[in-house]
């Protein structure tokens, strides 16, 4: 496979569909997984429009890479669930507050103790909040409208949210009983893998007139959520892909990797799934509300003031796994495709019309969480993206280990004493994740950020570190 370097940060496989964003050194570890080939395959796919995209944290997944981006046409295009990944609407919320973090360091630890207390995490996890199937319903179809109604925010949430934090077009109908089964009781849990709250400090700046308009001053805590839509979403792209399967195979489709299993734009089946993720795209952003709402409880019962006098405004909540109907202009004209983000955050810029109205002459926030014990990024949409990679950046940092390989090679003592000489405090369900998580295991944030917002997707407004990590 030769590998093509455009500039600093752009390469191109051969004389391929494919476009990866990346620095030299990135480049060298996509080279040693299936990254690389995995979006290679993608690009084969019928009716791609211009090339599929590896983001700079981009890295082997199931048939799709993490970090990709593949837009395919409205008409005569397909729609993948492989192309979504199976935690769908794994998103990342930041919730602001008025705090420095010099004026509560003392009470970091009371914090983190009643957040572990107040939101449910780790494998399985459950919230007995006494929700039953017709709420899971209301809440699949309706988003986060329905939990506001019920007391469960604040009613300027939807305006800080993608989408308002509900698509249009979902039927519960369309998913399995068993993905209800799994869903009813982990809305508003963290579960486990790569999801956490972190208590972040805003360390730098780097726009300080976006910073503004964003709410965000150097020394703030400000509140990080990375989840998704936990057995409810999994459970649904399982189930698509094994329905594809048989799709497949009635319509005589050959596939490198049968994880790209895909269905023809209009068809019943990708009608069907389209349908099905909306549930699930909805019950994650209420899944990331109803966190929210413990996070506010947690700093009410420590400080003893309304989650509204410590200025607990949502900054953002976006989706990096997802596939949206977009309008996106491709050889001079603007024409409708299904954009298929998987691992991969939206990125608009200024004056685009689904950026909220606050940040309208700015841009979007674009959210960049890192790993446990490091650094996390608040970037703002960038016209770069619109011309380039459908209006998406990176969405992390990307692992650059295996789970089994940080569990031998990783100690758990390394990542406790690499924390508390940073002075982050941590809470956590299982030990395990001590090493699966650990800092080593991913790319270094700084390096893709850098890439990212060097190539134009996106620009810095500010980097983060933790000083409290709640993990699953």
Known sequence: MIVKKLDEFRFRIDSSRVKVYSNSRMMDIMKGDETLKQALNASHLPGLVEDVIVMPDGHEGYGFPVGGVAAFDADDGIISPGAVGYDINCGVRVILTSFRHSEI????????????????????????????????????????????????????????????????????????????????????????????????????????RTAEAFGLFRDQVVVMVHTGSRGFGHQICTDYLMELAEYRSRKGIALEDPELSYAYVGSKEAESYI??????????????????????????????????????????????????????????????LYVHRKGATRSLPKGSKDVPKSYISFGQPVLIPGSMGT????????????????????????RVMSRHRALREIPQSRTFESMEQKGIELRIKSRKLVSEEAEWVYKDIDDVVGVVSGAGLASLVSRNVPIGVVKG
């Open 375 to 398: 650094a996390s990024y608040i970037l703002c949409g960038a016209e770069g993206a619109l011309d380039e990679t459908f209006g998406s950046a990176c969405h992390g940092a990307g």
């Open 105 to 208: 360091k003392g009470s970091i630890g009371r914090l983190l103790d009643s957040l572990f207390t107040n939101v449910p995490s780790g494998v399985g996890s459950k919230n007995n909040i006494g929700f039953g199937e017709a709420d899971l319903k209301r809440v699949s179809e309706e988003g986060i409208g329905y939990l506001i109604e019920k007391g469960y925010g604040f009613d300027s949430d939807p305006k800080f949210i993608e989408e308002g934090g509900f698509m249009e077009g979902a039927d519960f109908g369309a998913v399995s009983s068993f993905a209800k089964k799994r869903g009813l009781n982990q809305i508003g849990t963290l579960g486990a893998g790569n999801h956490f709250l972190e208590l972040q400090k805003v360390e730098q700046l780097f726009d300080e």
């Open 275 to 336: 349908k099905a993720m909306k549930c699930a795209v909805n019950f994650a952003f209420s899944n990331r509300q109803l966190i929210t709402d413990s996070v506010r409880r947690s700093f009410e019962k420590v400080f003893g003031k309304g989650a509204d006098e410590m200025g607990m405004q949502v900054l953002y909540d976006v989706a990096h796994n997802i596939v949206k109907l977009e309008e996106h202009k491709v050889g001079g004209s603007r024409k409708k």
